[in-house]
């Protein structure tokens, strides 16, 4: 008995149906692409450039409540309260401004933001096959990445703050309405330009707008999941157990959002390239070998260096022939 009989079945009939074939093609090319590792790196770089960010807020937050009595109960009669350890600090009275503080915050941040851009470049690139002898080369890569964090860390503050009227739900069910409609849009074009930015240029934008739609939808749920998270599991902890809630639910939230971003690249992939149906075993089908041969091509490091790719025939018992032109072998 074959157990792997029912794999096998499932295989056959996700390869003759695109609604099952595209969704296993991005799964399938997401794994050959280390997807979990572009991830990883995306989120590794993200979560780091939180802290730098914290340090900014606090500082600037401690220069306005210096000798300011109003803003002073402004902030213990808002959610920043909430926060641990800053919280208590609040409470306390004994929240400072430090300039050397604040100006290691925004290098720290820049730095740390950079490593988020970069590492987000690195997986497009991937992603789309681009070898490495194409990509920008050293001071040009920093150069875009800089643009790249001014355009989107501003982007993002805003979704974040209208998520936060969604969750929040100040002001009612119009304003909780009109948050998910800001908070939609931003996110689309916060996702049109980080597209946009990472993908290659010989990508018509039209085969950008399947995984900038996706990560779209998907983000602004992981954002409304995120806020509720801090809402109702961090708010209700206390000091010792709330941080470690906040840290886990932080690098959770950041990673996930990762892989929405990498998985919505890899869907505009796929479409583009036709890279479907893809077999879950050998690859047999021309959309197997074509991804295959795209990712070996990736280390191409000169102009003086071509990698070729050949494959052997498929087992006689695949029911689905390969298509190669008369007189050459498939190359993929």
Known sequence: MDILAPIKAFDRLQRRHRTLAVPMAVIKKFADDQGGNLSALIAYYGFFSLFPLLLVFVTGLGFVLDGNPSAQHAVLNSALKDIPIVGDQIKAGSLTGSTPALVIGL?????????????????????HGIPHRERPDFLFSRLRGLGLLAVLGTLQVV????????TGGFGGPLLVVAGIAVSLATNMVLFVAAFRLLTDGD?????????IISATLLWTGLQAVGGAYIGHV???????????ATVIGLLTWIFLGARIVVYSAELNSVLSG?????SL??????????????????EERSD???????????PHDEQLQLPTEPGRRDDG
Do not use: C, M
């Open 274 to 278: 036709h890279l479907w149906p893809r």
């Open 281 to 298: 075993f050998d690859p047999v089908e021309p959309a197997d070998r074509r991804a295959l041969s795209t990712l070996a091509k990736i």
């Open 234 to 244: 961090v708010k209700g902890a206390g000091a010792t157990y709330g941080t470690f």
């Open 203 to 211: 990508v018509p934008n039209r085969d950008l707008w399947p995984g």
């Open 304 to 314: 003086l260096q071509h990698v070729a790719v050949t494959f052997d025939d498929p």
């Open 107 to 127: 290098v720290g941040a820049v730095l740390s933001g950079l490593g988020v851009t970069l590492a987000a470049q690195t997986a497009f690139q991937r992603v």
């Open 159 to 166: 979704s974040t703050v209208a998520s936060g009227l969604v």
